[in-house]
C-alpha cells in the first residue's frame, strides 16, 4: 500500500491550496496520517497530522493557523487545506500512515514513525 499526495501547484504568497492524501490499494481507517514535507537540500520534516477518528490533530509550529488537517474516512481520504502560503512552504509534500495516535513525541520521532509511503506533491509559492 502506498499513500499519494495530490493537489500541488505553484500558487502566489498568500495563496491557498489544498492537498489530498488517498490509499492506493488500501485504506486510512484506523491509521494516524501525517503529512511531511522536504525542502531542496533540507531534511523531510513534518507538517502535520490526524488521527484515526480526528480526535487528534498536530500542527508544526510554522504552520499553525495556517494549515488544517481533515478526513474523510468514507472517501479514504486525508486532506491539508494551506492558506496564507510563503515562500518558506515551498516544498514536495507527502502524506504517511500509523497505527500510533498522533502526538508531540510522535511528530518529534519523525518520518521514521510513518510508512507506505508514496510519491509527494509539488508546492512552489511563489510570485
Known amino acids: 500500500v502506498q499513500l499519494q499526495a495530490s ?39 513534518g507538517v502535520s497530522c490526524i488521527s484515526s477518528t480526528s480526535h487528534k490533530t498536530y500542527y508544526a509550529d510554522p504552520v499553525k493557523g495556517r494549515f488544517t488537517v481533515s478526513r ?17 512552504d515551498t516544498a514536495v509534500y507527502y502524506c504517511a500512515r500509523t497505527l500510533e495516535t498522533c502526538s508531540d513525541d510522535l511528530m518529534a520521532v519523525g518520518p521514521e514513525s510513518f510508512g507506505s509511503w508514496g510519491q509527494g506533491t509539488l508546492v512552489t509559492v511563489s510570485s
Open 72 to 88: 474523510d474516512n468514507a472517501k479514504n481520504m486525508v486532506y491539508l487545506q494551506m492558506s496564507s502560503l510563503i515562500p518558506e
Open 7 to 45: 493537489g500541488g501547484g505553484l500558487v502566489q504568497p498568500g495563496s491557498s491550496l489544498t492537498l489530498s492524501c488517498t490509499a492506493s490499494g488500501g485504506f486510512l481507517d484506523f491509521y494516524s496520517v501525517g503529512w511531511f514535507r522536504q525542502a531542496p537540500g533540507k531534511e523531510r520534516e
